[in-house]
């Protein structure tokens, strides 16, 4: 690509993959527009607003020392720690949960920042640790809770898709950290022995719906089994080419619930068709090529596991979200990166992106040095 005309700063980003990003938002706001009813606000516009100003500060991060990514890393850890308490005590309800501070200039999730952060000082945790001790129940116990008190409290707003990511970055993060595989055994036996458990005495009544839900949608079709089932008939109408935009009846109709956030890919798939989810998914693929390349080459263990972490985060929410909306998996709330409505979910998206360019950008000073 043509870029000797531009500046200097300009030509470091990583085109080759902010490109398909950034034609993937552009799409997602298309979607957006439609399900709006061909209008730009309050949906498509402000996406475009998020993306933009997410991606100047993506940019900004990408420039932070490895050093100082480092020294940050339990101090944020902290914090958000701290915002989490202050949620439960006196956070703002909405839509039957409790998961947002008010900050006077601005609604905080500090549940979505903590996606990132767990990656961050887990990272920061094991790179501090010799590398004789990733075997030794040493690594491990302190790393579970560090990952166990943040999904708690997440868990108790109630947020269970964002406990969840919470807790699958960090166990990614612990695996290729080097601990064990028969820990993970004998976590996995664990889980089945607590998940029954948890099913009845911990989850909530519309959690544990849910649950039952995806396991027989078509018993309350016009229930619990509502969402699901209007999603895939959305999906299954659009065929290969899609019915075309604006053209959509589950969404513009009022069929299909959340049309504009968990169900967005549903409402692209019947206007957009087989084509245009092999698109988002082409673009999904790049980012994660691009990202894994980058942990592959990563000059450290700190910048290894921060950057596969951060991939394995943007991963999390697409997959989770995909099988959701095709009945593969619970619904859980956890939106389509760079395609859903919100600016909580385009920050830690782009936070995750921002920090990868961060690993790319020392990889290359440190191949410049050493030559």
């Given amino acids: 690509m043509a870029t000797g005309l531009l500046p200097q700063p300009l030509r470091e980003l990583p085109w080759r993959v902010l490109l398909p990003l950034t034609a993937l938002v552009l799409f997602g706001s298309a979607v957006l527009y439609s399900a709006a009813g061909q209008h730009l606000f309050p949906w498509a516009a402000m996406h475009i607003v998020h993306y933009v ?79 004789a001790l990733s075997s030794s129940w040493r690594a491990l116990i302190p790393a579970v809770g560090l990952m166990a008190l943040p999904a708690a409290l997440v868990i108790v707003q109630p947020d269970l898709g964002t406990a969840l990511a919470i807790c699958f970055g960090a166990v990614v993060v612990i695996f290729l950290a080097g601990v064990p595989v028969w820990w993970f055994i004998g976590g996995g036996l664990a ?47 659009g065929g290969m ?19 504009h956030t968990d169900f ?23 980012i994660f090529r691009w990202g894994l390349a980058i942990a592959s080459r990563a000059p450290d263990r700190f910048s290894q596991l921060l950057s596969a972490g951060m991939v394995t985060t943007i991963f999390f929410y697409m997959a989770i979200n995909l099988m959701m909306v095709m009945g593969l998996a619970p619904v859980v709330g956890i939106p389509l990166p760079f395609m859903s409505h919100g600016g909580s979910s385009m920050m830690t998206n782009m936070l995750c992106i921002g920090t990868i360019m961060a690993v790319d950008r020392w990889s290359q000073r440190g191949r410049v040095t050493s030559g």
């Fill in 191 to 237: 889980a089945s022995i607590v998940a029954p458990l948890a099913y009845f005495f911990v989850l909530h009544d519309y959690q544990r719906k849910r649950v039952t839900v995806f396991m027989d949608p078509e018993a309350d079709m016009l229930g619990s089994g509502y969402h699901i089932m209007q999603s895939k008939i959305a999906i299954g109408s």
């Fill in 53 to 131: 100003v997410f991606l100047v500060a993506a940019i900004l991060l990408s420039r932070v020392p490895r050093e100082r990514f480092k020294h940050l890393a339990y101090p944020l850890y902290g914090v958000l720690v701290v915002l989490l308490v202050l949620v439960e005590a006196v956070g703002r309800i909405g839509g039957g949960s409790q998961r947002w501070l008010n900050l006077g200039f601005m609604t905080l999730q500090p549940s979505e920042l903590m996606k990132p952060v767990i990656v961050l000082v887990l990272a920061r945790f094991y790179d501090s640790l010799p590398p």
């Fill in 264 to 286: 967005v890919f549903a409402t692209m798939a019947e206007e957009w068709g087989l084509l245009g989810g092999l698109f988002v998914l082409v673009v999904f693929f790049l």
């Fill in 241 to 259: 080419f899609g019915k075309g935009l604006g053209n959509g009846t589950q969404s513009h109709l009022q069929y299909l619930p959340e049309s």
